[in-house]
Nanobody
């Protein structure tokens, strides 16, 4: 099955920037949409941003204008540029793929292990 691996998390001061990356490993696969989600302590996992294979994007209201999702279909990677970070952005960020076609089989989704983002105020 296609595996997703995140990188780029860390500790940053409020107002700073971080860039998260996610690479999908494997061969002969296609992913319809990829996205970033986050889960803060004591809260449910929430959608941050998604991007389709055609480049259409969607953002949760709280990150609009600050975060930018991008995707390289040739390299099977998705990135999240996070600017003007706030303390409330602190969470574990997960990469996800939705609508995966892999070696003749269909998988609804695949998730990465997550990467911690901590924003100090």
């Amino acid at each position: 099955q296609v595996q997703l691996v995140e990188s780029g998390g860390g500790l940053v001061q409020a107002g700073g920037s971080l860039r998260l990356s996610c690479a999908a490993s494997g061969s002969s696969f296609k992913i319809d949409a990829m996205g970033w989600y986050r889960q803060a302590p004591g809260k449910q996992r929430e959608l941050v941003a998604t991007i389709t294979s055609g480049g259409s994007t969607n953002y949760t209201d709280s990150v609009k204008g600050r975060f930018t999702i991008s995707r390289d279909n040739a390299k099977n990677t998705v990135s999240l540029q996070m600017n003007s970070l706030k303390a409330e952005d602190t969470a574990v960020y997960y990469c996800a793929g939705h609508g995966i076609y892999y070696r003749g089989s269909y998988y609804s989704e695949s998730w990465g292990q997550g990467t911690q983002v901590t924003v100090s105020s």
